[in-house]
């Protein structure tokens, strides 16, 4: 057999695996151990690579930046920052109509900025915007379906974990990939917003406006907002300036967010044990993704299956933009079945190469490295929200208990469309996504 023929036999055999719903973890790690010991013939050099896989793994330093990323955002979320978030940009556009809702995806656009963590966002901006959608007569379906897209900037804001996954499996600049975030993440939140306004332009009652605010209370929640932003500039200009590397970075911006939500949000000590459990579990999990994907790449690379597969693409006469949106394609039908961070893990050592030996406008080996990254996650998140999985969906439609699932699927619909025309424009337009990182580097 092959070794092309074998690594597509892998992928069968993780899907159905995942069919039966053992963990994704659990699944590439079987799957990448079968295949190993079928490629070596024993047992024995299994072992031997076993004894070292979990160090050089865990033993990585950028991996430190996940778990602080992930404590800065359970602080936000116990400390009671998305409130200030959400009442901040209420205060300026809940008198539109629609105001309310746009207030929603800017405050979600808000989070995701000090989070990283999609589901973390759309959980806890719901929580936090659903009773007031509800209150103002907004209709189930745009309420949920804002807010399920609304999570998807959770990882598209910088920072986001997916993005330090990428970096580390590809040895690129976390800098750069989170610099190369941010004009993406604003036209998604924009995009996110536009659809909201033709919504309630097409359906005026979808969307009633909210109540007008004085300009002193606009103030008041600038002042209450201003330290959020802050801790966002601070992470952010820290690791891109050169004055932090995103460990440090990162540290810093959770003890910045762990001090705001002891002074203004109240958290007390439950509090912060709910916090370093949250991070614990949830880095957990990472890290068991994290050694499976290592164990089946492992197999993957013996098998020299994306050796193969590149250098057949590179020489099959498809052209680059046809390629690319067969990657494009894959990544959505993955999103049926399996997480984000899944995908990057599963995906990136394979689609990275191929790639990488493709000419795409011109662009050199670092900006398309980083191109690809961002176009990656903005497919990514899709599947956070399109059927029929969304775990975003289900999350916020499980908040939302009298709005049936039909109508949360409904509303998230034009915001698919707006998530596809974006990533039209930023695979045909790669300056949106390096504007940034050529202009501060």
């Known amino acids: 057999m092959s070794g092309m023929s074998l690594g597509f036999l892998m992928f069968g055999i993780l899907m159905a695996l995942l069919v039966v719903r053992i963990p994704i973890g659990i699944a590439m790690f079987m799957v990448g151990a079968g295949g190993y010991v079928y490629l070596v013939g024993d047992t024995l050099p299994l072992l031997n690579s076993l004894k070292n896989l979990a160090y050089a793994r865990l033993s990585n330093y950028d991996l430190v930046v996940i778990p602080l990323f992930l404590l800065m955002g359970q602080f936000a979320t116990h400390g009671g920052l998305s409130k200030a978030l959400f009442r901040f940009v209420s205060a300026f556009l809940g008198h539109f109509k629609g105001g309310v809702a746009i207030a929603a995806i800017g405050a979600c656009a808000g989070f995701g900025a000090i989070c990283g963590s999609s589901l973390a966002t759309a959980a806890t901006m719901g929580q936090v915007t659903l009773p007031e959608l509800k209150r103002f007569g907004y209709s189930g379906s745009l309420s949920t379906g804002a807010l399920a897209a609304g999570g998807t900037l959770g990882i598209m804001i910088p920072p986001s974990v997916p993005l330090v996954i990428y970096a580390i499996l590809t040895q690129e600049s976390i800098g750069k990939l989170f610099m190369a975030a941010v004009l993406p993440g604003i036209i998604a939140m924009l995009g996110y917003m536009i659809v909201i306004r033709i919504i309630v332009t097409l359906d005026p009652a979808a969307g009633p406006a909210g109540p007008a605010t004085s300009w002193a209370e606009k103030l008041k929640s600038f002042v209450a907002v201003l330290p959020v932003l802050l801790v966002f500039v601070i992470v952010i200009v820290g690791i891109y300036g050169g004055w932090a590397n995103p460990t440090e970075a990162a540290a810093v911006g959770a003890m910045a967010c762990g001090i705001l939500a002891v002074v203004t949000g109240g958290m007390r000590f439950e509090g912060l044990m709910e916090s370093i459990v949250g991070t614990a579990q949830t880095t957990a999990m990472i890290f068991l993704v994290l050694l499976g994907a290592d164990m089946l790449n ?60 493709l000419d795409y406008w011109g662009m050199s080996q670092v900006d398309k490295s980083v191109w690809f990254g961002i176009l990656a996650l903005m497919v990514v998140e899709i599947g956070l929200v399109h059927p029929p999985v969304g775990m975003n969906v289900y999350i916020i439609n499980r908040l939302a208990k009298d709005v049936p699932l039909v109508e949360t699927f409904k509303g998230v619909m034009p915001f698919l469309a707006s998530d596809f025309i974006r990533i039209a424009l930023l695979l045909y337009f790669p300056v949106i996504s390096l504007y940034l990182v050529h202009t501060f580097q």
């Open 298 to 357: 492992t197999a993957l690379a013996v098998s020299q299956m994306p050796t193969e597969l590149a250098a057949w693409v590179k020489d099959s006469g498809l052209s680059p933009m046809l390629v690319m949106l067969m990657i494009l394609l894959i990544y959505v039908l993955l999103g049926c079945v399996m997480d984000s961070l899944a995908m990057i893990l599963l995906t990136i050592p394979i689609f990275y190469p191929m790639v990488m030996g």
